[in-house]
């Protein structure tokens, strides 16, 4: 920080070609009641956050703002009526925005301490991917020791961190991606086998050969037909969004002669409709990375002036696993 009361901080701003990314010093914020201030150490990135800045968000922030909206860092102060926390505390969680700074203000209730052991980047790599993933998974699929788990998009950040999951929960896992490089990722993370999206969009494999009992899809489009195609008599589909750009057509047909389900998972939702759920993922999520069966994987590390850079590699699908931003340095993470 240039001064004790300014801070370092990414700003979405609007230019003349349209939104950007810049880097700005603003004041530090200041803590309010039923809150804390936390010296952000890293900060995850997301595809959330590439189409908050694209306007395509269902959450559109008025300009200009700090993005991000998962950390990792120290408790510095405490708010009014904030119980459970106290400055020095290592904690990890989501506050929507503001995490692209050396400091931000977030919400105790979203907020949990790290493992012990836990890097800041993989913490922050962690918040939403991971309970993401358990969620659709465990809760909305229900997914049963025996069964097999189906992963597309299965190199990113909830893909991975489904891979994970559906190992620890006992099912067989087969994971769709599509390169090389993704495909060892998935490989990596404990997928039982490995398949190319042009395996399932092709004709490589018959038509009838039924794959899976619970689907996970971030992808939408066309490639949701494809997958209803494969799947098993009373599966289930949870659809996370649309990385293809397109929101998928169901065919009703395909669901009604299999007794398919489609479900929906909004993550976010949780934390304010089922807070038990919420707070239960976390606790079962913390215990696996404590016996080391859940690990974030970490794509690139960036500083704060490179936040820009961090959601291009997103719209890219350079990014195997998660993007962090480290708003301190490479030193932060190390502490």
């Given at each position: ?135 659709a998974v465990a ?29 620890a929960l006992g ?70 969004g649309f990385a ?92």
């Amino acid at each position: 920080m240039t001064a004790s009361n300014r801070m370092n901080a990414a700003r979405v701003i609007e230019t003349p070609l349209g939104r950007d990314i810049r880097t700005r010093s603003i004041g530090v914020p200041e803590v309010v009641p039923h809150a804390m201030k936390v010296q952000v150490m890293a900060a995850g990135c997301g595809f959330q956050d590439l189409a908050m800045l694209r306007g395509e968000y269902h959450v559109d922030p008025p300009l200009p703002y700090t993005p991000l909206g998962e950390f990792s860092g120290v408790v510095t102060e405490i708010g009014d009526g904030v119980e459970g926390f106290r400055p020095g505390d290592r904690v990890f969680g989501v506050c929507g925005l503001n995490c692209a700074a050396e400091y931000a203000v977030v919400p105790p209730g979203f907020s949990y301490r790290m493992s012990d052991g836990m890097p800041f980047d993989e913490a922050a790599a962690f918040c939403i991917a991971y309970p993401t993933a358990y969620a659709a998974v465990a809760i909305r699929a229900r997914l049963e020791a025996g069964e097999t788990l189906l992963v597309a998009g299965a190199a990113g950040g909830v893909g991975l961190a489904a891979i994970q999951i559906g190992k620890a929960l006992g099912a067989r896992v087969l994971a769709v991606a599509s390169s090389a490089e993704k495909q060892m990722a998935a490989k990596e993370a404990g997928a039982d086998e490995v398949l190319g999206a042009e395996e399932l969009e092709g004709d490589e494999r018959p038509p009838a050969e039924a794959l899976a009992d619970v689907v996970l899809d971030p992808v939408g489009g066309t490639f949701t037909d494809c997958l209803l195609k494969r799947v098993r008599w009373g599966a289930r589909l949870v659809t996370l969004g649309f990385a293809s750009g397109t929101i998928p057509q169901v065919s009703l047909n395909r669901l009604l002669l299999k007794n398919v389900s489609v479900v929906g998972l909004n993550w976010a939702s949780y934390g304010i409709r089922q807070q038990p759920e919420y707070h239960e993922a976390f606790e079962w999520l913390l215990d696996g990375y404590g016996r080391g069966a859940l690990r974030p994987r970490i794509f690139r590390r960036y500083g704060i002036a490179q936040v820009g850079q961090a959601l291009a590699d997103i719209r890219e699908r350079r990014v195997i696993g998660k993007n962090v931003v480290l708003p301190q340095g490479l030193s932060g993470v190390l502490a």
